[in-house]
């Protein structure tokens, strides 16, 4: 089905970030984007690949569980791995979001169905109405976070919910530090304008939210399982 556009091609946005990306070893094959959240055992990125298969087999258990049809935008969807997960579960509709074109017309060659749609837009032009919206591994690129989910709830049908998986936050003072630490990979992956794109939030920045999973200590001393919290905020 392709890609559609809605919004004007951020080339300059775009290119560093498939530039960091390709760094990072995170451009996948069509093979392998069509596996994931499987991934080769010798791949630099496979003992973090199982950490997210484990947070989408949750997510994905939770939809099942709702059992009833469900309209889906999932914002910042990358190569679209997993929409694609959420469009099979059953009388799932998913429209996959990114400013990212590349990625998702990789998305769109690799998964061909009539569940699953992928857009080229900014999520402050969308108009419209999903039961839930998800950001997986994608809210940390937002810098005004209130307005974000202002924005968003109102996209949301009655009853509606608002996702945030495998993202990192924050206490407030553990900002800074966590602020230099991006800087500093940026920096030495030599792509240091990166920083200003990626944003650093605190618990504190979401004034209501409901914690669908939070890793136990031994959990995250073992590294068995996402350190990320799943975090749900219910319509405004």
């Given amino acids: 089905m392709g890609v559609s556009y809605l919004s004007p091609r951020n080339n300059a946005f775009e290119d560093l970030y498939i530039k960091v990306r390709e760094k990072e070893q995170r451009v996948f094959t069509d093979e392998q984007v069509l596996a994931l959240p499987e991934l080769d055992k010798n791949h630099r990125l496979y003992n973090e690949w199982q ?7 949750r997510f994905i258990g939770y939809l099942k569980n709702k059992n009833c049809p469900l309209k889906i935008l999932d914002i910042g969807c990358g190569n679209g791995w997993f929409s694609h997960l959420m469009s099979n ?3 799932t509709d998913v429209t996959a ?3 990212n074109s590349k990625e ?5 060659k690799v998964f061909k169905k009539p569940s699953l749609k992928f857009v080229y837009a900014d999520v402050f032009e969308i108009r419209e ?3 839930l919206i998800v950001f997986n591994a994608s809210f940390q690129y937002f810098r005004d976070i209130q307005r974000l989910i202002e924005t968003v709830s109102g996209l ?15 206490n407030p003072r553990q900002l800074a530090n966590a602020k230099a630490r991006t800087r500093s990979y940026y920096e030495n992956l030599g792509f240091g304008e990166m920083s200003a794109n990626y944003f650093h ?3 504190d920045d979401l004034a209501r939210f409901k914690f669908r999973h939070k890793p136990s200590l031994f959990a995250k001393l073992l590294r068995n399982d996402s ?5 749900s905020i219910d319509k405004i």
């Fill in 51 to 57: 950490l997210r298969k484990k947070s989408a087999e």
């Fill in 89 to 91: 579960v059953r009388d």
């Fill in 97 to 99: 979001l990114d400013l």
């Fill in 104 to 108: 998702l017309e990789q998305a769109g």
């Fill in 129 to 131: 109405k999903f039961d």
């Fill in 156 to 170: 949301l049908n009655d009853d509606g919910e608002i996702h945030i998986i495998d993202t990192p936050f924050y």
């Fill in 201 to 203: 939030h605190s618990w």
């Fill in 227 to 231: 350190p990320f919290c799943w975090i």
